[in-house]
């Protein structure tokens, strides 16, 4: 199955965030706190918030496309995770 451009590279993006998340070493924080049930059960929007809380803790930057990458690839992690794994065990 041929994939477009476009679809590389949202797989692409996601696969640099989850490598990203897997790298950074986050230390607990209230948004590693969340589940990845918890976090999968969310709205986007509540999403972005809690990619948005471990970035700031993480010291990166918090911009629309960086948060939206960061809560694709915690969902990325959560789908190869157990429900009751933390985000913070994910990074």
Same mark, same amino acid.
Do not use: W, Y
């Given at each position: 199955?041929?994939?477009?451009?476009? =679809? *590389?590279?949202?797989?692409?993006?996601?696969?640099?965030?989850?490598?990203?998340?897997?790298?950074?070493?986050?230390?607990?924080?209230? /948004?590693?706190?969340?589940?990845?049930?918890?976090?999968?059960?969310?709205?986007?929007?509540?999403?972005?918030? $809690?990619?948005?809380? $471990?970035?700031?803790?993480?010291?990166?930057?918090?911009?629309?496309?960086? $948060? =939206?990458?960061?809560? /694709?690839?915690?969902?990325?992690?959560?789908?190869?995770?157990? /429900?009751?794994? *933390?985000?913070?065990?994910?990074?």
């Amino acid at each position: 199955m041929k994939m477009s451009k476009m =679809s *590389r590279i949202i797989i692409s993006s996601l696969g640099a965030a989850a490598l990203a998340l897997t790298m950074s070493g986050c230390s607990s924080n209230a /948004g590693g706190a969340t589940t990845c049930s918890q976090f999968l059960s969310m709205s986007s929007s509540k999403q972005n918030a $809690v990619a948005k809380q $471990v970035m700031k803790n993480q010291g990166l930057p918090t911009g629309k496309a960086a $948060v =939206s990458l960061m809560a /694709g690839g915690i969902q990325l992690g959560c789908a190869f995770a157990d /429900g009751d794994t *933390r985000i913070d065990e994910l990074i």
